[in-house]
Protein backbone atom coordinates (compact mmCIF):
# COMPACT_ATOMS: atom_id res chain seq x y z
CA UNK A 1 0.00 0.00 0.00
CA UNK A 2 0.96 3.53 -0.80
CA UNK A 3 1.88 5.84 1.97
CA UNK A 4 -0.55 7.92 0.51
CA UNK A 5 -3.44 6.14 0.94
CA UNK A 6 -6.21 7.48 2.54
CA UNK A 7 -10.37 7.69 3.40
CA UNK A 8 -12.04 10.89 2.49
CA UNK A 9 -15.37 11.49 3.97
CA UNK A 10 -17.50 14.75 2.15
CA UNK A 11 -20.13 15.83 3.98
CA UNK A 12 -21.63 17.35 7.20
CA UNK A 13 -20.74 18.08 10.44
CA UNK A 14 -22.96 19.76 13.11
CA UNK A 15 -23.04 20.63 16.64
CA UNK A 16 -25.24 18.10 18.65
CA UNK A 17 -27.36 19.34 21.59
CA UNK A 18 -27.98 16.69 23.39
CA UNK A 19 -30.98 15.66 25.93
CA UNK A 20 -31.01 12.45 27.99
CA UNK A 21 -34.29 12.14 29.93
CA UNK A 22 -36.47 9.08 30.82
CA UNK A 23 -38.59 9.22 27.59
CA UNK A 24 -39.88 11.32 25.17
CA UNK A 25 -42.20 13.98 25.03
CA UNK A 26 -45.30 13.81 23.37
CA UNK A 27 -46.63 16.78 21.11
CA UNK A 28 -46.89 19.88 23.80
CA UNK A 29 -45.72 18.20 26.10
CA UNK A 30 -42.50 19.01 28.30
CA UNK A 31 -40.74 15.97 30.19
CA UNK A 32 -38.34 17.79 32.65
CA UNK A 33 -35.61 15.83 34.46
CA UNK A 34 -32.90 15.59 31.42
CA UNK A 35 -29.59 15.93 31.26
CA UNK A 36 -27.37 18.20 28.75
CA UNK A 37 -24.49 17.46 27.09
CA UNK A 38 -23.04 19.13 23.60
CA UNK A 39 -21.29 17.07 21.68
CA UNK A 40 -19.88 17.25 17.83
CA UNK A 41 -21.04 15.42 15.40
CA UNK A 42 -22.94 15.30 11.65
CA UNK A 43 -22.28 12.36 9.48
CA UNK A 44 -19.85 13.14 7.41
CA UNK A 45 -17.06 14.08 10.62
CA UNK A 46 -18.42 11.60 13.00
CA UNK A 47 -17.42 8.82 10.01
CA UNK A 48 -14.09 10.76 9.86
CA UNK A 49 -13.52 10.23 13.39
CA UNK A 50 -14.01 6.40 13.33
CA UNK A 51 -11.88 6.11 10.28
CA UNK A 52 -9.32 7.92 11.34
CA UNK A 53 -9.51 6.14 14.69
CA UNK A 54 -9.78 2.74 13.36
CA UNK A 55 -5.99 3.44 11.94
CA UNK A 56 -7.06 5.18 8.65
CA UNK A 57 -5.29 7.88 6.86
CA UNK A 58 -8.50 10.67 6.49
CA UNK A 59 -9.35 13.84 4.85
CA UNK A 60 -12.53 15.63 5.40
CA UNK A 61 -14.25 18.20 3.00
CA UNK A 62 -17.39 19.48 4.16
CA UNK A 63 -18.67 23.56 4.78
CA UNK A 64 -18.70 25.10 8.39
CA UNK A 65 -19.53 28.68 9.72
CA UNK A 66 -17.19 31.23 10.64
CA UNK A 67 -18.48 30.98 13.95
CA UNK A 68 -17.71 29.19 17.02
CA UNK A 69 -18.88 26.13 17.00
CA UNK A 70 -16.51 25.65 13.60
CA UNK A 71 -13.66 26.80 14.96
CA UNK A 72 -14.78 24.05 17.79
CA UNK A 73 -15.40 21.66 14.47
CA UNK A 74 -11.57 22.40 13.38
CA UNK A 75 -9.89 22.05 16.29
CA UNK A 76 -11.68 19.40 17.26
CA UNK A 77 -11.19 17.00 14.16
CA UNK A 78 -7.82 18.71 13.83
CA UNK A 79 -6.95 16.69 17.15
CA UNK A 80 -8.47 13.65 16.55
CA UNK A 81 -5.67 13.79 13.67
CA UNK A 82 -8.14 14.20 10.72
CA UNK A 83 -6.48 16.37 8.02
CA UNK A 84 -8.84 19.64 7.69
CA UNK A 85 -6.70 21.54 5.44
CA UNK A 86 -9.53 21.30 2.63
CA UNK A 87 -12.55 22.64 4.77
CA UNK A 88 -14.42 25.46 3.62
CA UNK A 89 -15.74 28.33 5.75
CA UNK A 90 -19.29 30.00 4.92
CA UNK A 91 -19.10 33.67 5.46
CA UNK A 92 -22.87 34.31 5.63
CA UNK A 93 -24.65 30.93 7.43
CA UNK A 94 -23.57 29.27 10.94
CA UNK A 95 -22.55 25.71 11.12
CA UNK A 96 -25.03 23.02 10.83
CA UNK A 97 -26.55 22.18 14.56
CA UNK A 98 -28.70 18.84 16.17
CA UNK A 99 -30.91 18.96 18.85
CA UNK A 100 -31.28 15.10 19.81
CA UNK A 101 -32.97 13.59 22.28
CA UNK A 102 -32.20 10.41 23.63
CA UNK A 103 -34.46 8.19 26.08
CA UNK A 104 -33.48 5.73 28.70
CA UNK A 105 -33.37 2.51 26.49
CA UNK A 106 -30.44 4.79 24.36
CA UNK A 107 -33.27 5.41 21.49
CA UNK A 108 -33.00 8.78 19.31
CA UNK A 109 -35.03 11.43 18.02
CA UNK A 110 -33.22 14.12 16.20
CA UNK A 111 -33.82 17.30 14.24
CA UNK A 112 -31.04 19.03 12.31
CA UNK A 113 -30.59 23.10 10.96
CA UNK A 114 -28.13 22.20 8.29
CA UNK A 115 -26.72 25.53 8.02
CA UNK A 116 -23.33 26.01 6.05
CA UNK A 117 -23.45 22.56 5.11
CA UNK A 118 -26.19 22.96 2.88
CA UNK A 119 -23.75 25.25 0.99
CA UNK A 120 -21.77 23.48 -0.43
CA UNK A 121 -21.60 23.94 -4.04
CA UNK A 122 -20.72 21.65 -7.32
CA UNK A 123 -18.17 24.09 -8.11
CA UNK A 124 -16.16 23.99 -4.71
CA UNK A 125 -16.15 20.15 -5.24
CA UNK A 126 -14.33 20.58 -8.63
CA UNK A 127 -11.78 22.45 -7.12
CA UNK A 128 -10.74 19.32 -4.80
CA UNK A 129 -11.27 16.89 -7.84
CA UNK A 130 -7.32 15.56 -7.28
CA UNK A 131 -8.06 14.86 -4.09
CA UNK A 132 -11.15 13.43 -4.82
CA UNK A 133 -10.05 10.97 -7.87
CA UNK A 134 -6.76 10.02 -5.70
CA UNK A 135 -8.53 8.43 -2.64
CA UNK A 136 -8.81 4.84 -1.63
CA UNK A 137 -11.95 5.26 -0.70
CA UNK A 138 -15.40 8.22 -0.63
CA UNK A 139 -17.78 8.48 1.67
CA UNK A 140 -20.57 10.96 0.71
CA UNK A 141 -23.69 11.36 3.05
CA UNK A 142 -26.98 13.57 2.04
CA UNK A 143 -26.71 16.54 4.45
CA UNK A 144 -25.37 18.34 1.25
CA UNK A 145 -26.90 19.01 -1.79
CA UNK A 146 -27.52 16.29 -4.12
CA UNK A 147 -26.45 18.48 -7.24
CA UNK A 148 -23.22 18.38 -5.14
CA UNK A 149 -23.16 14.60 -4.58
CA UNK A 150 -23.51 14.15 -7.96
CA UNK A 151 -20.22 16.04 -8.78
CA UNK A 152 -18.65 14.39 -6.08
CA UNK A 153 -19.45 10.63 -8.02
CA UNK A 154 -18.80 11.96 -11.73
CA UNK A 155 -15.47 12.95 -10.59
CA UNK A 156 -14.87 9.87 -8.14
CA UNK A 157 -15.81 8.21 -11.51
CA UNK A 158 -13.16 9.50 -13.04
CA UNK A 159 -10.34 7.42 -10.72
CA UNK A 160 -9.99 4.69 -8.83
CA UNK A 161 -11.94 4.90 -5.96
CA UNK A 162 -14.05 2.88 -3.71
CA UNK A 163 -17.38 4.82 -3.82
CA UNK A 164 -19.91 5.04 -1.15
CA UNK A 165 -23.15 6.09 -0.50
CA UNK A 166 -25.15 6.58 2.87
CA UNK A 167 -28.30 7.84 1.99
CA UNK A 168 -29.08 9.60 4.91
CA UNK A 169 -31.22 11.42 5.37
CA UNK A 170 -32.95 10.24 2.41
CA UNK A 171 -34.30 11.87 -0.49
CA UNK A 172 -34.54 11.20 -4.03
CA UNK A 173 -31.50 9.96 -5.63
CA UNK A 174 -30.63 9.91 -9.55
CA UNK A 175 -30.18 7.12 -11.59
CA UNK A 176 -26.86 8.31 -12.59
CA UNK A 177 -25.57 8.65 -9.15
CA UNK A 178 -27.01 5.24 -8.09
CA UNK A 179 -24.93 3.43 -11.20
CA UNK A 180 -21.74 4.83 -10.47
CA UNK A 181 -21.66 3.37 -6.71
CA UNK A 182 -19.49 0.53 -5.57
CA UNK A 183 -21.71 0.64 -2.06
CA UNK A 184 -24.61 1.60 -0.87
CA UNK A 185 -25.60 1.63 2.95
CA UNK A 186 -29.52 2.16 3.94
CA UNK A 187 -30.91 1.19 7.23
CA UNK A 188 -33.81 -1.07 6.60
CA UNK A 189 -36.28 1.24 6.04
CA UNK A 190 -34.20 3.32 3.97
CA UNK A 191 -33.89 0.68 2.27
CA UNK A 192 -37.57 0.40 1.58
CA UNK A 193 -38.03 3.64 0.94
CA UNK A 194 -35.49 4.32 -1.44
CA UNK A 195 -37.16 1.14 -3.67
CA UNK A 196 -40.34 2.56 -3.90
CA UNK A 197 -38.77 5.89 -4.45
CA UNK A 198 -37.26 4.69 -7.60
CA UNK A 199 -40.44 3.18 -8.52
CA UNK A 200 -40.16 -0.55 -8.22
CA UNK A 201 -42.60 -2.73 -7.97
CA UNK A 202 -44.57 -3.17 -4.23
CA UNK A 203 -42.64 -4.98 -2.14
CA UNK A 204 -44.89 -7.61 -0.86
CA UNK A 205 -42.45 -10.03 1.27
CA UNK A 206 -41.44 -10.19 4.61
CA UNK A 207 -38.63 -10.14 6.70
CA UNK A 208 -35.23 -11.45 4.97
CA UNK A 209 -37.13 -12.21 1.95
CA UNK A 210 -37.98 -7.83 1.92
CA UNK A 211 -34.63 -7.30 2.00
CA UNK A 212 -33.35 -9.25 -0.68
CA UNK A 213 -35.52 -8.52 -3.39
CA UNK A 214 -35.23 -5.37 -2.70
CA UNK A 215 -31.22 -5.29 -2.92
CA UNK A 216 -31.52 -6.79 -6.05
CA UNK A 217 -33.41 -4.35 -7.38
CA UNK A 218 -30.63 -1.55 -6.60
CA UNK A 219 -27.96 -4.06 -7.83
CA UNK A 220 -29.94 -3.66 -11.12
CA UNK A 221 -29.09 -0.16 -11.56
CA UNK A 222 -25.93 -1.11 -11.04
CA UNK A 223 -24.43 -0.73 -7.33
CA UNK A 224 -22.25 -3.66 -6.66
CA UNK A 225 -22.40 -3.71 -2.86
CA UNK A 226 -25.70 -3.51 -0.77
CA UNK A 227 -25.10 -3.42 2.42
CA UNK A 228 -28.45 -3.34 4.98
CA UNK A 229 -27.92 -2.33 8.47
CA UNK A 230 -30.04 -3.79 10.94
CA UNK A 231 -28.71 -2.23 13.81
CA UNK A 232 -28.36 -4.91 17.02
CA UNK A 233 -29.39 -7.31 14.26
CA UNK A 234 -26.37 -6.71 12.38
CA UNK A 235 -26.72 -6.17 8.78
CA UNK A 236 -27.04 -8.14 5.32
CA UNK A 237 -24.83 -7.76 2.69
CA UNK A 238 -25.94 -8.46 -1.25
CA UNK A 239 -23.10 -8.81 -3.45
CA UNK A 240 -24.22 -8.23 -7.12
CA UNK A 241 -21.31 -9.96 -9.15
CA UNK A 242 -21.96 -13.86 -7.66
CA UNK A 243 -25.44 -12.96 -6.54
CA UNK A 244 -25.01 -13.26 -3.00
CA UNK A 245 -26.24 -12.83 0.67
CA UNK A 246 -24.05 -12.78 3.52
CA UNK A 247 -25.75 -11.85 6.83
CA UNK A 248 -23.25 -10.32 9.37
CA UNK A 249 -24.07 -11.14 13.00
CA UNK A 250 -24.04 -8.24 16.02
CA UNK A 251 -22.45 -8.85 19.60
CA UNK A 252 -24.78 -8.44 22.07
CA UNK A 253 -24.29 -5.23 23.96
CA UNK A 254 -26.13 -3.04 26.69
CA UNK A 255 -27.21 0.07 24.48
CA UNK A 256 -26.71 3.43 26.26
CA UNK A 257 -26.83 5.96 23.52
CA UNK A 258 -27.37 5.13 19.40
CA UNK A 259 -25.91 8.56 18.12
CA UNK A 260 -23.81 7.91 15.82
CA UNK A 261 -23.86 4.35 15.83
CA UNK A 262 -24.32 4.12 11.66
CA UNK A 263 -21.82 6.41 11.23
CA UNK A 264 -19.14 4.45 13.12
CA UNK A 265 -19.96 1.58 10.88
CA UNK A 266 -19.63 3.14 7.62
CA UNK A 267 -16.38 5.17 8.90
CA UNK A 268 -14.71 1.69 10.15
CA UNK A 269 -15.74 0.21 7.09
CA UNK A 270 -13.94 2.55 4.87
CA UNK A 271 -11.21 2.35 6.72
CA UNK A 272 -10.84 -1.24 6.22
CA UNK A 273 -12.02 -1.32 2.56
CA UNK A 274 -9.24 1.24 1.57
CA UNK A 275 -6.31 -0.76 3.29
CA UNK A 276 -7.75 -3.59 1.04
CA UNK A 277 -9.14 -5.92 3.00
CA UNK A 278 -12.71 -7.77 1.45
CA UNK A 279 -16.11 -6.57 1.99
CA UNK A 280 -17.46 -9.47 4.20
CA UNK A 281 -14.36 -8.60 6.41
CA UNK A 282 -14.70 -5.34 6.58
CA UNK A 283 -18.55 -5.25 7.90
CA UNK A 284 -17.66 -7.41 10.52
CA UNK A 285 -15.17 -5.07 11.97
CA UNK A 286 -17.58 -1.83 11.09
CA UNK A 287 -20.03 -4.46 13.17
CA UNK A 288 -17.90 -4.78 16.41
CA UNK A 289 -16.94 -0.96 16.32
CA UNK A 290 -20.69 -0.35 16.09
CA UNK A 291 -21.32 -2.59 18.90
CA UNK A 292 -18.74 -0.65 21.15
CA UNK A 293 -19.99 2.46 19.70
CA UNK A 294 -23.37 2.37 21.18
CA UNK A 295 -22.01 1.91 25.06
CA UNK A 296 -21.24 5.01 25.54
CA UNK A 297 -22.46 8.77 25.41
CA UNK A 298 -21.69 11.37 22.50
CA UNK A 299 -21.29 10.75 18.72
CA UNK A 300 -17.62 11.08 18.14
CA UNK A 301 -16.77 10.93 21.44
CA UNK A 302 -18.04 6.97 21.35
CA UNK A 303 -16.22 6.00 18.59
CA UNK A 304 -13.51 3.67 19.33
CA UNK A 305 -9.92 2.90 18.37
CA UNK A 306 -8.90 -0.02 16.18
CA UNK A 307 -6.80 -2.02 19.42
CA UNK A 308 -10.32 -1.72 20.75
CA UNK A 309 -11.64 -3.07 17.64
CA UNK A 310 -9.49 -5.84 17.59
CA UNK A 311 -9.37 -6.93 21.37
CA UNK A 312 -13.37 -6.93 21.04
CA UNK A 313 -12.82 -9.25 17.88
CA UNK A 314 -10.08 -11.51 19.46
CA UNK A 315 -12.43 -12.32 22.93
CA UNK A 316 -15.53 -12.94 20.16
CA UNK A 317 -13.27 -14.80 18.73
CA UNK A 318 -13.56 -13.22 15.34
CA UNK A 319 -10.27 -12.14 14.61
Request: aromatic fraction near 6%; proline fraction near 5%.
Amino acid sequence: MSEETYVLIIGSSNMDLNIYSKRFPNPGETVTGGTFKQFLGGKGANQAVASVRSGSKTIFIGKIGRDSFGDQMVSRLTNEGVNMNHIIRDPRAPSGVAFILIDENGENMISVAPGANFNLKPEEIRSKAHIIKEANSIVVQMEIPIETIQEIFNIASEGHVIKILNPAPLKPIPDEVLSKLDIIIPNEGELYRLHSLLGFNKLIEEGKQKIAHASEDLANLGIKYIITTLGNKGCIIFEKKTNKFYEIGAPKVIAVDTVGAGDCFIGVLASMLSKGKTVPYAVRYATVAASIAVTRKGAQKSMPFLREIQNKLKNLNLN
